[in-house]
Each structure stands twice: as C-alpha cells, then as structure tokens.
C-alpha cells in the first residue's frame, strides 16, 4: 500500500486570538472524486470571507483556509468534461470551514463549476509591492478573480436572473471598487449589455469607467441617492449590492425607489424588507431576492452563521449555463482590479487576513505565491 504523501498548507491556528489567524502545517495531498479536478496551485488571493470565517468560529483549528487560487490541473476526475491535465485555471472554494477543502495549500481539489479556464498567462513572477490592473495576463491576476466571478455570476444570472428584454435598463451596483465590485461592473456590462450605475470613492472613479461604469458616484455624497435617482431617470431594474450592510441597504433603496419599473434586488447578505424604512407615499416597486452566497455555487448545501443555504435547481441552472457558455467568451475581456502582492508563502497568509480584518485595503486585492 502505497504511503499517502503530504503537502504544505496554512490553517486556521489553534489559538487564533492570539499568535496569529493561521499557521502552517503539513496535511495529506486530497484525490479528487470522480466529478473533481486537483490542482497544483501557483499563485493565491485572500477575501474578507477568510478573516470572518476565523474570526466568527465557523471553522476550527486545523481547517483550511483560502478561498481563491490558481494553478495548473494536475489530475482530472472519470466524469469531469471541459478540462483536461495542463490546463492553466483558477479556483474558488469554501475555506475555512472544513479540513478538506481550501485553497491556500500545494495542492487543492477543485469544482469545475467554479473553475475558470485559460488560454495561457504569463508565469512571470509579480514583484511584490503594486500592480496594477488589466487583463488577466499572470498567475496572480487568475488569482483574485475567481471568487468574484462566481459571486457575480450568482447574482446576475442566478439571483436576480436578469432579462435580455433589460438590455439598456441600469443596475445599480453598491462598492463599484471592491474586488467583487470590479468583477460584476463588467459582467453587468459584457455578459448583459447593462448600462451600470455603481458608488465608490472618487480616486476609483476613472478606473471604474474604464471597465464599464456608466455613472459612478461618490458614496460618501449626502445626496448621492438623488444624484442617482435623477441620472438614471427610472430606468434602474436590478440592484447588486455587495457592500450588503444596514447603512448600504436602506441608501440603496432610496436611489431606486422611484424606478419606473419593478426591481429586482440582491446582496450578499440576509438583509429583507424589514431592514428598511420604507416610503409609503409611492407604490412598492421592488422584490428582494434570496441573498448570494457564492459557497452554493457548486450546488453544496452551505451551513453558516446558525442558517442553511441551498441554492434551487432553477437558480443552479441559470448559473450554470452563463458560467459554461457565456463566461469563456467574456473572460479575456475582463481585467482584474489592482493587485498587491505580498512576498512569497504561506507565511504571508496573516499578514493578508490582518490588512483585510483592519480595511485597510481599498480598491486592490492582496495576492501572493
């Protein structure tokens, strides 16, 4: 019987409150069943979700951490279709949750349904320090991509499953320069051919144009709701957003409220109508959907902060078809946002987690190999 063979990977501590969110360990190298692929990871990105899974106690110590990488296919499963050993990818998946799954490791197993394949990248290594944004030509700008992608995705076409009749009708998007901001300005753009309205800090605002935003708006305006409701002229259809907060939710509702036609509403939290104070002179013109929670993009049924999420067959199929046959026709379009890399290894894992946990990091995304 053949040894099992052990890789390195970062997980959560076991005192994580106070020698450091992760450490690093030695764990078995996974296989992949028979619907999976395994990768050998490259480069990886850190998300917010990484820091809030330790933070919250939704994982335990020795759970891996690592939400987004990416690398080369390094073994395929019996009944995968669409890749094949070589393949040059990047990947989503539920970390800090469990001990099987994560991607700040050597070795990850891999959904295909949240795997983005590419033509080639570049494998020059990033220095480390600023890069900044354009299309997604190394392993490290595969690398931040990946999650915002599903997120989107999951949003637009599963969620808030939006109509080709909308085409020309806006979507507001709230955090236009957060990573997943950036990602979803372009799929409301490219993948839909919607006209996109999004809020963020002026220093992001020519970059945010740049990639598709029609109307972008300073959050921090006391009037930006206005502002809003008056550029779009009634025409907002769908609303994304992604900062998903009390304060965002309510400042939201009140730019679209006066929509001329309904309006479909999603975010990525599970905020509903009784979050909002809402204006009983003019009629109810919007329905808020299930949240997106990108974790049930591969069809998993997603325990977390004391709910079960599962997303619907009809959501899932919805998802699915944009992700096979609309996404590989947009991906070498799409750029990834700016990108700050940290020096390579594990090692760099609580220096990243740290800098999202303090937000201080705006409108960049921190990668590293």
Same mark, same amino acid.
């Given at each position: +019987? ?10 959560? @501590?076991?005192?994580?409150? /106070?020698?450091?969110?992760? $450490?690093?360990? +030695?764990? !078995?190298? *996974?296989? !992949? ?22 933070? =919250? ?5 020795? #759970?891996?951490?690592?939400?987004? %990488? ?22 989503? %998946?539920?970390?800090?949750? %469990?001990?099987e799954r994560g991607t700040f490791t050597e070795y990850v197993i891999a959904d295909p349904s949240v795997t983005l394949r590419y033509a080639s990248v570049n494998d020059k290594v990033l220095p480390v320090g ?9 392993? $490290?700008? *595969? ?12 949003? +637009? ?6 109509? !080709? ?32 309205? /999004? ?21 921090? #305006? ?18 994304? #957003? ?10 939201? =509702?009140? @730019? ?13 939290? +599970? ?23 990108? =974790?049930? @993009?591969?069809? #998993? ?13 009809? /959501?899932? @199929? ?32 609580? $220096? ?18």
């Open positions: +019987m053949q040894e099992q063979q052990h890789q390195q990977a970062a997980v959560i @501590a076991k005192d994580p409150f /106070t020698s450091g969110l992760t $450490e690093i360990a +030695m764990i !078995p190298i *996974a296989e !992949p069943n028979e619907h999976q692929i395994r990768i050998k990871t490259v480069a990886f990105a850190a998300n917010p979700t990484d820091w809030i899974h330790i933070a =919250y106690q939704q994982g335990v110590a020795g #759970d891996l951490i690592g939400s987004d %990488c990416s690398g080369v296919v390094e073994k395929v499963g019996s009944k995968v279709t669409g890749f094949k050993v070589g393949d040059i990818v990047s990947t989503f %998946c539920h970390g800090g949750y %469990c001990k600023e890069t900044q944004h354009g299309h997604i030509q190394t392993y $490290e700008g *595969a690398a931040s991509v990946t999650l915002a992608l599903v997120t989107s995705v999951l949003s +637009m076409a599963g969620n808030l499953n939006a109509q !080709p009749e909308d085409k020309g009708k806006y979507i507001l998007i709230w955090g236009g320069a957060t990573a997943t901001g950036v990602i979803a300005i372009q799929v409301a753009k490219l993948g839909f051919g919607l006209r996109v309205v /999004t809020v963020a800090s002026p220093k992001h605002s020519e970059f945010l144009r740049s990639i598709g935003a029609d109307l972008v708006f300073d959050y921090r #305006d006391p009037n930006v709701n206005e502002k809003i409701s008056q550029a779009t002229n009634g025409e907002i259809r769908y609303v994304f #957003d992604i900062i998903a907060e009390k304060t965002t939710f309510q400042a939201a =509702y009140s @730019a679209y409220k006066t929509a001329t036609g309904p309006v479909k509403v999603n975010s990525l939290s +599970m905020l509903d109508e009784q979050a909002l104070t809402i204006d009983t002179s003019i009629p109810k013109n919007f329905q808020i959907t299930i949240p997106t929670f990108a =974790y049930s @993009a591969n069809g #998993d049924t997603v325990r977390l902060f004391g709910g079960v999420f599962k997303a619907d067959d009809e /959501t899932l @199929a919805r998802y699915n078809k944009f992700w096979n046959e609309v996404v590989p026709e947009i991906l070498p379009q799409i750029q990834n946002t700016n990108l700050k890399v940290l020096k390579p290894g594990f090692q760099s894992v609580n $220096e990243a987690l740290g800098s999202l946990q303090s937000k201080s990091v705006s409108g960049e995304k921190i990668v590293f190999r």
